[in-house]
């Protein structure tokens, strides 16, 4: 894979986003709760893994950073602008109509939450996250975005002005 190096600006004009995949100690609508912890080794052996639109693999949207914090796995996106699926997210955000996220993991250790009744949740200790999307739904009421940053057309005119300045100084300064 050939990564392009790119300038802050540039790096600062594509679509940020911060909020939550997962929390912990709460039950989501499965009856599920995730212990405090439980994404620990998986976060030491990827802290990035990709996004997808609601957990289908041939939407793959952008990227998500992941950290842990008292309250559940934390995550800073970047949506790719360039594909038509992630502007139609960007959109469907920057107008409120998705908010939520759910995470994709495998599960390596589990207890009921119940004995007499096994299938109605379970105390998640461990899993491996694989992927993580933004969704209509979430399983998770809790997993959500909090924080969107993006440049409107007004903020790109100014950041692309900005560039040509740099570059004309920069020109200049050679001589």
Same mark, same amino acid.
């Given at each position: 894979?050939?990564? /392009?190096?790119?300038?802050? =600006?540039?790096?600062?004009?594509?679509?940020?986003?911060?909020?939550?995949? *997962?929390?912990?100690?709460?039950?989501?609508?499965?009856?599920?709760?995730? &212990? +405090?912890?439980?994404?620990?080794?998986?976060?030491? /052996?990827? *802290?990035?893994?990709?996004?997808?639109? !609601?957990?289908? %693999? !041939?939407?793959?949207?952008? /990227?998500?950073?992941?950290?842990?914090?008292?309250?559940?796995?934390?995550?800073?996106?970047?949506? !790719?602008? !360039?594909?038509?699926?992630? &502007?139609?997210? /960007? =959109?469907?955000?920057?107008?409120?109509?998705?908010?939520?996220? *759910?995470?994709?993991?495998?599960? +390596?250790?589990?207890?009921?939450?119940?004995?007499?009744?096994?299938?109605?949740?379970?105390?998640?200790?461990? #899993?491996?996250?694989?992927?993580?999307?933004?969704?209509?739904?979430? #399983?998770?009421?809790?997993?959500?975005? =909090?924080?969107? +940053? *993006?440049?409107?057309?007004?903020?790109?005119?100014?950041?692309?002005?900005?560039?040509?300045?740099? %570059?004309?100084?920069?020109?200049? #300064?050679?001589?």
């Amino acid at each position: 894979m050939m990564v /392009k190096a790119v300038s802050p =600006e540039e790096r600062d004009a594509a679509f940020h986003f911060k909020g939550y995949l *997962s929390t912990y100690g709460n039950a989501d609508r499965d009856g599920d709760v995730i &212990n +405090k912890g439980a994404f620990d080794d998986s976060i030491k /052996k990827h *802290s990035i893994v990709p996004m997808l639109f !609601n957990h289908d %693999r !041939n939407k793959v949207i952008g /990227k998500l950073e992941l950290s842990s914090d008292d309250h559940g796995l934390k995550v800073e996106g970047t949506l !790719n602008l !360039n594909d038509p699926e992630a &502007n139609r997210v /960007k =959109e469907l955000l920057d107008m409120g109509a998705l908010d939520s996220m *759910s995470v994709g993991m495998a599960i +390596k250790g589990y207890d009921p939450i119940d004995a007499e009744r096994p299938y109605g949740g379970w105390e998640i200790k461990q #899993a491996d996250v694989y992927e993580g999307s933004v969704v209509t739904i979430p #399983a998770n009421e809790m997993a959500v975005i =909090e924080e969107v +940053k *993006s440049l409107d057309a007004e903020d790109r005119k100014e950041l692309a002005a900005l560039r040509l300045e740099k %570059r004309k100084s920069e020109a200049l #300064a050679r001589f």
